[in-house]
């Protein structure tokens, strides 16, 4: 399998093997054939990131999940970690379209928990960087904008699967959920708008009694992401300052839980689907 990785028996006779940020291109090679690309539309799914061929390390940026059935990729977790902001980005979470419902999803989730999303002082010290890290985020559809697709999935079942999970929606200084959209990941594609970003993890120290977070550290993500995916100077452009302008410090963000939007979801998904018939 892989040096870094560590395994346990998990949902169904499935795997969970953390490959920390070793690149092993055989399970990533299926991972992405198998498993990314029947779950994702492309303009949220980048290029393969790894060498198809040979073994690398990504050091620090890099950390994945696979889950593994008998002999095949099931499913898997991809996250990026942004040193400046300690916020790490599940990019991908996914499971193979013939294997969802049956508890895997939420079992990469609780493997990420267990191994990656704890204090620093938790676990094994200098395993991974990102121990100790303050927020673990995740960019979501917001049904109200986003249809159901046969492959893909729904993203009302997608809100539910995240509620469950304590997914908390961050908002802007105005009050409202964050308009939040992702930046362009491979040069052929296009920024996917009306998003909501949540947070999957906080750390004790970034949130307060209010249960918010630090604008500052929120903006410094964002603007570590978007040069990292568009270069340093989509941070001039007018959408993305748009975007920092909602965050923009002093100040703190307010996180409600997802599932808070469930009955608005329901109404306007109902409403879109019927200006849609
Ligand atoms: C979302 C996803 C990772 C969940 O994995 P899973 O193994 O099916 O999840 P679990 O079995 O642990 O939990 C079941 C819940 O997942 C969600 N789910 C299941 N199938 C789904 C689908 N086709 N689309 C969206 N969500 C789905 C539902 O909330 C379901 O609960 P329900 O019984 O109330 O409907 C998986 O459905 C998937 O890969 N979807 C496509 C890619 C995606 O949306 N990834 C998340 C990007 S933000």
């Given amino acids: ?25 055989r399970l990533l090679n299926s991972l992405y054939d198998d498993v990314l690309m029947p779950s994702f539309p492309p303009d949220e799914l980048s290029l393969p990131w790894w060498d198809r ?6 050091g620090d940026t890099m950390a994945t999940l696979v ?20 916020t790490q980005l599940v990019g991908y979470l996914g499971v193979r379209p013939d294997h969802r419902g049956r508890g895997i999803g939420t079992a990469l989730i609780d493997a990420a928990r267990e191994h990656w999303w704890r204090e620093a002082g938790d676990s094994q ?44 929606v961050l908002h802007g200084r105005d009050g409202n959920p964050l ?3 992702q930046p362009r990941v491979r040069d052929d594609t296009q920024r996917v708008p009306n998003l909501f970003l949540a947070t999957l993890h906080v750390s004790p120290e970034a949130l307060d009694d209010a249960h918010t977070v630090d604008a500052e550290l929120l903006a410094t993500f964002l603007r570590e992401y978007f040069a990292a995916e568009e270069g340093s100077q989509s941070l001039d ?13 002093p100040g703190r963000l307010a996180l409600r839980p997802i599932g808070e939007h469930a009955g608005d979801i329901a109404d306007r998904a109902g409403a879109r689907a019927g200006s849609e018939s």
């Fill in 179 to 181: 308009r939040y959209f």
């Fill in 67 to 86: 889950a593994l059935g008998e002999n095949e990729v099931v499913g898997g977790l991809v996250a990026w970690w942004f040193e400046k902001a300690r």
């Fill in 237 to 249: 452009d007018s959408e993305v300052q748009g975007l920092l302008d909602q965050v923009s410090a």
């Fill in 53 to 58: 061929a040979a073994p690398t390390d990504y």
């Fill in 125 to 168: 010290p200098g395993r991974y960087e990102f121990l100790g890290c303050r927020l673990v985020v995740a960019e979501i559809e917001d049904p109200r904008h986003h249809g159901d697709h046969p492959d893909y999935g729904s993203p009302e079942a997608r809100v539910r699967f995240y509620s469950r999970l304590g997914a908390e």
């Fill in 1 to 25: 399998m892989t040096s870094q990785g560590s395994g346990r028996q998990n949902v169904g006779g499935v795997h969970i093997i953390d490959l920390g940020h070793a690149q092993d291109p």
